[in-house]
Nanobody, 118 residues
Framework: QVQLVESGGGLVQPGGSLRLSCVASGSIFSIVSMGWYRQAPGKQRELVAVVTTDGNINYADSVKGRFTISRSNAGNTVYLQMNSLKPEDTAVYYC????????????WGQGTQVSVSS
């Protein structure tokens, strides 16, 4: 199986920055994409950003221009640089990995808390 471990969450002031990291291990061959989702209290989990193996990137409209997703050269780590953070960015952020092996398989990390408040 695949294991995903997130880090980098914390409490920041509005306008501040954080960088999240997610390290994948295990059966991480045939990766299709890695990305970040978030879930705020009382809300559904939503896509934040995703990067495919061929370099295609998608962002949620709410984070465009503020967040940047990237992957390590080895391909086993994905980062989310978050700038100009707003209180509405407060959520648990989850790393996601998709790989194609007997169909498309989906894996999730345990999540890391991001809190933005004054």
């Amino acid at each position: 199986q695949v294991q995903l471990v997130e880090s980098g969450g914390g409490l920041v002031q509005p306008g501040g920055s954080l960088r999240l990291s997610c390290v994948a291990s295990g059966s991480i061959f045939s990766i299709v994409s890695m990305g970040w989702y978030r879930q705020a209290p009382g809300k559904q989990r939503e896509l934040v950003a995703v990067v495919t193996t061929d370099g295609n990137i998608n962002y949620a409209d709410s984070v465009k221009g503020r967040f940047t997703i990237s992957r390590s050269n080895a391909g086993n780590t994905v980062y989310l640089q978050m700038n100009s953070l707003k209180p509405e960015d407060t959520a648990v952020y989850y790393c996601n990995l998709k790989r194609r092996w007997v169909g498309l398989q989906d894996y999730w990390g345990q999540g890391t808390q991001v809190s933005v408040s004054s």
